[in-house]
């Protein structure tokens, strides 16, 4: 079965740090751009960030530019988003996005709160 499943969501206070995890099954993330994106409340999805299948040129959103780091780790098939010093604006599900030609697949998402 192919599937990318995200984990590591939760909920921490302003300042705080989260790393999301997005683990693929049924077929090899190394060979896939991917993207993480968020989806609050009463908004559209929209694109956080982004790193193509060599692992370079990764892109931003800039509101999360400085604070979010998007990597790969291609022998866990895994990719990650560290999100550093959080804010409540970033409360949201997060998914992540696998790309390759005329294939995409996303994930079912993980909640992020961001709160005091």
């Known amino acids: 079965q192919l599937q990318l499943v995200e984990s590591g969501g939760g909920l921490v206070q302003p300042g705080g740090s989260l790393r999301l995890s997005c683990a693929a099954s049924g077929f090899t993330l190394e060979y896939y751009a991917i993207g993480w994106f968020r989806q609050a409340p009463g908004k559209e999805r929209e694109a956080v960030s982004c790193?193509?299948?060599?692992?370079?040129?990764?892109n931003y959103a800039s509101s999360v530019k400085g604070r979010f780091t998007i990597s790969r780790d291609n022998f866990k098939n895994t990719v990650y988003l560290q999100m550093n010093s959080l804010k409540p604006e970033d409360t949201a599900v997060y998914y992540c996005n696998a790309q390759r030609r005329n294939e995409e697949y996303w994930g079912q998402g993980t909640q992020v709160t961001v709160s005091s």
């Open positions: 790193i193509n299948s060599g692992g370079r040129s990764p």
